[in-house]
T-cell receptor, first 111, second 114 residues
């Protein structure tokens, strides 16, 4: 099956801990994106990558880090520097200027 | 800076009714506009993609239109069903800059009552 997957579905962490969210795609798309969704707000771009070994900050990159060592994978690390990490995180992939495809999301709760 | 607005924020209709969801955007320099559906706690499902050169797209009971010059799009749902109940999101892909990010509206929460 072709698609984009995220794991885990739910993640719980204590404040002060780093946590890594997984995103994998087998659609052979060059571009991958991480968005954050909060209640009552639109999705906001955290980081994006258009090619392996290259990535750029989005609108709300502070407190997050990413890597793009393989075309299929784009993991997101939420660091202890992120002040409000509790949110729904969505990964997407696509061809620039064309359709974007989204994963099922990871709900992160930090207490 | 691109801003996307969706009206109404919530809509409740009886089953079988035709309905229209509205989306407006401030910067007409876009590659495309995408309509998504989101069920509670789930990811986004792409419904329709309209390229900037197109006026409308259709898929089954869904029809989306785009008026780029006025910065507006509508999603028309015919003969609504309870299974259509979800949040509908509109997003535009900007042609300015190099990140091809999507700018989203806050969504319309649709409830179709049996």
């Amino acid at each position: 099956d072709g698609g984009i997957t995220q794991s885990p579905k739910y993640l719980f962490r204590k404040e002060g801990q780093n946590v890594t969210l997984s995103c994998e795609q087998n659609l052979n798309h060059d571009a991958m994106y991480w968005y954050r969704q909060d209640p009552g707000q639109g999705l906001r771009l955290i980081y994006y990558s258009q090619i392996v070994n290259d990535f750029q900050k989005g609108d709300i990159a502070e407190g997050y880090s990413v890597s793009r060592e393989k075309k299929e994978s784009f993991p997101l690390t939420v660091t202890s520097a992120q002040k409000n990490p509790t949110a729904f995180y969505l990964c997407a992939c696509g061809t620039p200027a064309y359709e974007q495809y989204f994963g099922p999301g990871t709900r992160l709760t930090v207490t | 800076k691109q801003e996307v607005t969706q009206i109404p924020a919530a809509l409740s209709v009886p089953e079988g009714e035709n309905l229209v969801l509205n989306c407006s955007f401030t910067d007409s320099a876009i590659y495309n506009l995408q309509w998504f559906r989101q069920d509670p706690g789930k990811g986004l499902t792409s419904l329709l993609l309209i390229q900037s050169s197109q006026r409308e797209q259709t898929s089954g009971r869904l029809n989306a239109s785009l008026d780029k010059s006025s910065g507006r799009s509508t999603l028309y749902i015919a003969a609504s069903q309870p299974g259509d109940s979800a949040t509908y999101l509109c997003a535009v892909q900007n042609s300015g800059g190099s990140n091809y990010k999507l700018t989203f509206g806050k969504g319309t929460l649709l409830t179709v009552n049996p």
